[in-house]
């Protein structure tokens, strides 16, 4: 599908037909299909300001912004084959932070929205529209230009997106579209995981638990094992679901398979040279088989450090891409209409999808503000879309100054888990503390 | 410059409302006093009153003031209508005693929810007194002792099992309806038996093992959906509604 990207400013009359849409991107194609009121496929980056926010130079920042992203300012429709983003010619909803987290975008509203608290700025974006990194890079431009508003001067060669710069078209291209290559053979499928065998808890289900680690700590055991900070965190997650596992009783050992997976999300920008804005990301599966006997976690850390290596080498990625958009691409995909589509989507997505990995780990990195903002602001919390029912605990890391902040996700009851990974972290010399969140926090 | 009471955002010297969540800025003082305290008051109320904030017990006891209200009114209306027109208590016993033994339930289930056996047991009791009062309000024929308690036991015991089972299941779908339909069948097959017993003194099975069989197919392939095919089946979803 072609983009229909025409002058936002001769739009903006409501009546109009003429709005300008867009096709989803490969990635987002399969969320309208799994959204439910659980599920939410809507990711949230909060900033923790060391004062209180102003809300009337907050207002403008986010005026300003929207200039700058006017392809933010969509609404997903329905067409007869494929779900589409429409031009929706609203002002970004500032709320106040009081509800619950992570709350699913009503139809024919916005997909995303700022949540203020006391000192909390929260940007809560559907992934239909953008990844954690196209979230986070709009976040740190909204919070340049609330800062700026407030009288903080930024260095002129610092790099953002700046309001009265022009949009490129390569930031709401489709990228998967851009580096897909025909002719290259699919993915082997892979087999089913392990699961955690927690009960759920009761609706409504999700809920956070930040761990606020030192970033010292963690950068000197990485370093120490030369790993990343991604890899150590995953081993880690790996390590504990075998702890997990190994507590079962025998008959439940038996029934659950014993692969345990992480999908650990990679930011494509970072390999590929690209600026858009949209979706750009795929997943790598670190993997251990505990067929295969006990891992230690040294095993565990060495295994994932290579596999991590291997399936984030260009080709294998490029393998990745060509399977998921040469099927979105075939003439009888296209040709269904959009509700059987939905229905073989849902399927595809639990045995493609959530069954083939126990946890997720997605790693923001660390962010880069000018020193100016940066000491107006404590630190950050990413929060990774609920999980499903199968997968049940999910965790998202950013890194700010001295702090690197995880936040577990969850819809199980018990938060053993989180536990068992504070306890392993505190235990290998990594000082960190976990804290359960309120309604009203972060 | 200023911050609001309630969201605490920060807002221009001259603002009168905060402009993010609608609270209205007021100085403390003597005249506002009373305002302010009651804005507060009213915030912890509207928590306090949703009713989805409410514990799982203090929602029964919502739900037994209600009842309670309802049948008792009902029970009293009922006695003064019989008694008017008829200088008696003659049919209002039936309802009144109905009422009662359901006022009995609803309360036993508000404060044993957890404690399943005591609740089982007690209701049973209760239940088992009502039918065998309702006995000998309608002339004593005795049904409700050999046809009434047997079909009150079956049934109790059929849906004490059905319950314990569902609470027993971590992931609930199709697997509920299967059970629920075995439960239906087990229940018909005791019907069928303790109602020849009662009417032919010989316990023969007729129309509830066509009840069962029926159950016993639709149920196997209700449990081969959800244990087979797909974990997570959101059936809203699935269907497309």
């Known amino acids: 599908m072609k983009f229909c990207f025409m002058d936002v400013k001769s739009n903006n009359n409501p009546k109009t037909n003429n709005r300008f849409w867009y096709a989803l991107d490969n990635a987002a194609k399969i969320f309208p299909a799994i959204i439910t009121r659980e599920v939410t496929s809507v990711i949230r980056i909060s900033a923790k300001l060391a004062e209180p926010v102003h809300i009337e130079a907050f207002r403008k920042a986010v005026l300003m912004a929207e200039n700058r992203f006017p392809y933010y300012l969509v609404q997903l429709r329905k067409g007869f084959f494929w779900y589409y983003l429409e031009h929706l010619p609203h002002h970004i909803l500032v709320e106040p932070d009081d509800k619950e987290c992570c709350r699913k975008f009503e139809k024919g509203d916005l997909l995303l929205r700022f949540l203020l608290w006391e000192n909390s700025i929260s940007l809560e974006v559907s992934h239909i529209l953008t990844d954690g990194g196209g979230a986070f890079e709009f976040l740190r431009t909204v919070l340049i230009l609330y800062f700026q508003e407030c009288g903080v001067a930024i260095p002129e060669d610092f790099l953002y997106k700046k309001p009265q710069e022009k949009w490129s078209e390569e930031e709401f291209e489709d990228a998967y579209q851009r580096y897909f290559k025909e002719e290259i053979p699919p993915l082997v499928r892979r087999s089913k995981a392990f699961h955690l065998p927690f009960s759920l808890n009761m609706s409504p289900r999700f809920h956070r638990t930040i761990v606020n680690v030192s970033m010292g700590d963690i950068k000197r055991v990485a370093k120490d094992n030369r790993v990343s900070i991604t890899v150590y965190l995953a081993a880690v997650y790996l390590y504990n679901l075998q702890d997990v596992f190994e507590h079962l009783n025998p008959i439940s050992k038996l029934k659950m398979s014993k692969v345990l997976r992480v999908q650990v999300p990679v930011n494509l920008r970072n390999i590929f040279s690209s600026q858009t804005m949209r979706n750009f990301s795929l997943f790598v599966m670190p993997e251990i088989d505990l067929r295969l006997g006990h891992y230690s976690f040294e095993e565990i850390l060495r295994s994932v450090y290579h596999q991590m290596e291997l399936e984030t080498e260009e080709k294998l990625i490029n393998k990745n891409i060509s399977r998921n958009v040469g099927s979105e691409k075939k003439i009888y995909v296209r040709s269904i209409p959009l509700f059987v589509k939905s229905l073989i989507l849902k399927a595809k997505f639990n045995s493609l999808g959530t069954s083939q990995f126990s946890g997720v780990v997605t790693n923001l990195g660390r962010v880069d503000l000018p020193p100016e903002v940066a000491d107006k602001i404590d630190h950050f919390v990413l929060t990774a879309p609920p999980p499903n029912k199968m997968l049940k605990i999910s965790c998202a890391v950013v890194g700010f100054k001295e702090r690197l902040t995880l936040c577990f996700g969850s819809v199980a009851k018990s938060d053993e888990f989180e536990k068992r990974f504070v306890r392993f972290l505190n235990e290998n010399n990594i000082s960190s503390e976990s804290e359960e969140l309120n309604l009203i926090n972060s | ?241």
Not at chain 2, 52 to 60: D, E, H, I, P
Not at chain 2, 187 to 197: M, P, Q, V, Y
């Open chain 2, 1 to 241: 410059m200023k911050h609001c009471p309630n969201c605490g955002v920060a807002l221009d010297e001259n603002a009168n409302f905060c402009s993010l969540c609608g609270e209205p800025l007021l100085e403390r003082n003597e005249a506002n006093l009373a305002f302010i305290e009651t804005r507060r008051q009213q915030r912890e109320d509207k928590l306090l009153t949703e009713y989805q904030k409410l514990s799982g017990f203090q929602k029964r006891r919502l739900f037994l003031k209600i009842s309670a209200m309802i049948l008792l009114s009902g029970i009293f209306i009922t006695l003064i209508i019989d008694f008017v027109t008829k200088g008696d208590f003659t049919w209002s016993r039936y309802p009144v005693t109905v009422g009662l033994a359901l006022l009995l339930n609803i309360t036993m289930g508000t404060f044993w929810y957890c404690r399943e056996i005591l609740w089982g047991g007690l209701s049973f009791l209760s239940s088992a007194v009502l039918l065998v009062l309702l006995d000998i309000y309608s002339g004593n024929s005795g049904w409700g002792m050999q046809l009434g308690i047997p079909l009150l036991f079956a049934a109790y015991v059929t849906v004490f099992i059905l319950i314990r089972l569902i609470r027993l299941t971590s992931q609930k779908g199709l697997n509920v309806i299967a059970y629920a339909l075995l439960t239906t069948g087990i229940l018909s097959i005791c019907t069928d038996g303790i109602i020849n017993l009662y009417k032919t003194d010989l316990v023969n099975f007729g129309w509830s093992l066509i009840v069962m069989a029926s159950a016993i197919i639709v149920s196997l392939l209700l449990l081969y959906v959800h244990f087979r095919l797909k974990k997570v089946t959101d059936l809203k979803r699935f269907f497309h509604i």
